[in-house]
């Protein structure tokens, strides 16, 4: 499923020669850190509420697998959150440096 996130520039410049450093993609990455970071669930809930209302930054599409899309939008649902705040959190949670 096609998701489009807002991030702030400094984070996708970061996340972009992160993904280059280690031969990947930064998709691959971000799909690692939603698939840590939703070992805890509710901390990532939690966690997501300081990023609910950010709105502004780059614009990037991100590809994931209808599982791991339909787990982050009922997660949203069910905690009064978004994806768009869940996949940062899970995005800072994995690359703290980039923060």
Known sequence: MRTTLHLAPALRTGLKRRAL???TTMTELIRAAISA???DAAG???A???HRRASSG???TLDLPRG???TLKRLA???DTS???LVVTAILWAHQDLA
């Open 58 to 60: 780059a614009r990037t």
């Open 37 to 39: 970071a939703l070992q």
């Open 68 to 70: 791991i899309h339909r």
């Open 21 to 23: 450093d280690s031969d």
């Open 48 to 50: 997501s509420m300081e």
């Open 77 to 79: 649902a069910d905690e």
């Open 83 to 85: 994806v768009q705040a």
């Open 44 to 46: 990532l809930a939690a």
